[in-house]
């Protein structure tokens, strides 16, 4: 049997980004998740494993390669042996397999040993690209792209004449993985959605369409106050994008927040902006192809004959984005979306693959070193804090939990419509405000995908019913009116008719919010991808 693992690496600040301390206590952390687990449990932070805790300083001292040494040689020794456990009496012997890495780009060139410069000469681990080249590569037919017998030959330059090659090939030195038998650095380096997408391309994009506005006169100053004062939904509302102000977007150019914030801003510009941009403006027509792109790169499923559409997608936006702005640098970020497809056949949906949940695993290690105020030797502090917190948390594994609800109060069978009773057990009844079941929150008002394709179905939960620990969740139906690209929502409308489906049962685990009363804005692609 075979044990697929994905590695994650990430330099982590421990010590307060504003104190006196700031940058002095940075780290070296490489985790890992187990990918045969199904995706709904592996999101589980309990399942993000910690294979390294090291001092930054001591890396750049000693070389990413020493520092990664003994945990390459553990994995290269459980992928030639193995280890043999027992189940149900047998022995049964794993072995491991590291399918790919995750992190930020920076950190998969340094993996990689390709060079870390984002802003002149060779900028991308997946192809020969040059800076200079960017705007005329609008797909990756147009590119040279490195592969595993390329990247052998730019390694043997490198080594005959270091000064010359590596900036010409953009590689400094083999991978730190390499002692990993089959390894290859061109191809299982996969691109991140979080920081491409959410912290690279959505703000950035967001940022020249609301200038453009701006400077055309569409939009004015004020209308930037908006983005505060929007109500949005349930769902969205812990994520409320922070302000924007035209001296930021000027001055910096860059929109602040978080990677999930900026996600929220750009998903629902349209309705924070309801009005005013004409049908047809380039700029405005620039944030629509990303965001059919996003949508597309962001769903949970991809059929085959899926990747060609976002192809040709991906080139119409990079042509449009520089016809609109011919004068901008088109960043790296961007660029990478053209190698999107072809890392999408090698792995499926890369949201499998992504860092976010990575990302949220650094919380509990900055929690730790806050509480127990001594940085001396904080790596095997942090380490076992963390294993005995695993300990715990393994000594009784349990994937599916019970269900949890809040705002409990008993009801009456007889005021339950029919079909409520027949999918309830007998016993007493309760309603609830909200359920979590499997890790996902149900909450009454929330719209539902119940089914993807040509004509999506959606529902809004009226009611959370519950009976000897099982849920059920009453729907009202609701029609689609039409998909306005404009605004990129789907008009529905209330049926009036109820029907009844269990947590899980929905196309799309997303809960979304209705905006306006009859809006519904999605977090992916459900029309095209059935």
């Known amino acids: 049997m075979l044990v697929h693992i994905l590695l994650y690496s990430d330099e982590l600040g421990i010590a307060n980004p504003l104190g006196a301390a700031r ?11 187990i990918l045969n687990i199904h995706p709904k449990y592996r999101s589980q932070l309990r399942l993000l494993h910690i294979a390294i805790i090291a001092k930054y300083p001591d890396v750049k001292k000693h070389g990413l390669p020493a520092t990664l040494r003994p945990l390459l040689q553990e994995l290269s020794e459980l992928q030639s042996n193995g280890i043999t456990i027992s189940v149900n009496g047998k022995d049964v012997c794993l072995k491991v397999s590291v399918l790919a890495c995750a992190g930020d780009n920076l950190s998969m060139n340094r993996l990689g040993g390709f060079t870390c410069s984002f802003s002149r000469g ?7 690209a040059q800076s200079s080249q960017l705007p005329t590569l609008t797909r990756e037919g147009l590119c040279q792209v490195r592969t595993k017998e390329l990247h052998q030959s730019h390694l043997t330059a490198v080594e005959l004449n270091p000064a010359l090659y590596k900036r010409l090939y953009g590689v400094n030195a083999p991978s730190s993985m390499s002692c990993l038998g089959n390894f290859d650095p061109t191809s ?6 979080m920081h491409d997408l959410f912290e690279g391309a959505f703000p950035f994009v967001v940022q020249h369409t609301v200038m453009g506005l701006l400077q055309d006169g569409i939009l004015s100053e004020s209308d930037l106050d908006k983005i505060a004062t929007f109500q949005y939904g349930c769902n969205d509302r812990k994520n409320r994008p922070s302000e924007l102000t035209v001296s930021l977007l000027k001055d910096k150019g860059v929109v602040t927040g978080t990677a999930t ?4 801003l750009f998903r629902l510009l349209p309705q924070i902006f309801p009005s005013g941009v004409p049908e047809g403006n380039l700029k405005w027509e620039v944030y629509l192809l990303l965001r059919e792109v996003a949508d597309i790169i962001l769903a949970y499923e991809m059929p085959a004959d899926a990747l060609a559409y976002l192809e040709t997608k991906i080139q119409e936006f990079i042509r449009t984005f520089v016809e609109c702005y ?12 053209i190698h999107y ?6 792995f499926g949906p890369l949201t499998q693959v992504w860092c976010m949940r990575f990302e949220a695993k650094h919380q509990y290690l900055k929690n730790v070193a806050t509480k127990v105020k001594n940085f001396r030797n904080i790596s095997k502090t942090l380490a076992e804090r963390h294993q005995l917190l695993q300990s715990y948390e393994f000594s009784e594994l349990v994937f599916d939990e019970a269900p949890t609800m809040t705002g409990l109060k008993p009801a009456e069978r007889s005021q339950m419509p029919a079909c409520v009773l027949d999918a309830l057990p007998r016993g007493k009844v309760w309603q609830a405000k909200s359920a979590t079941v499997h890790h996902n929150t149900y909450v009454i008002g929330d719209v539902l995908v ?7 179905k959606f529902a809004q939960i009226c009611n959370i019913v519950s009976a000897q620990n099982e849920v059920v969740l009453l729907l009202e139906k609701l029609e689609v009116v039409e998909f306005r690209r404009h605004r990129f929502a789907f008009k529905v409308a209330k049926t009036g008719e109820k029907c009844v489906a269990r947590p899980g049962d929905e196309a799309v685990h997303d809960s979304l919010d209705l905006y306006f009363g009859g809006e519904v804005v999605p977090k992916c692609e459900i029309v095209l991808l059935d």
Do not use: A
């Open 122 to 128: 060779s900028v991308c681990r997946f192809c020969m």
């Open 261 to 264: 914030q900026k996600w929220c």
């Open 326 to 337: 011919p004068n901008q640098r088109l960043i790296p970020k961007l660029h990478y979306l």
């Open 341 to 346: 497809p072809r890392m999408i056949s090698f």
């Open 450 to 456: 119940m089914s993807k394709g040509d004509e999506p």
């Open 188 to 193: 299982q380096l996969p691109p991140d959605i």
């Open 23 to 33: 940058g002095k206590h940075t780290l070296f952390v490489v985790y890992y998740s």
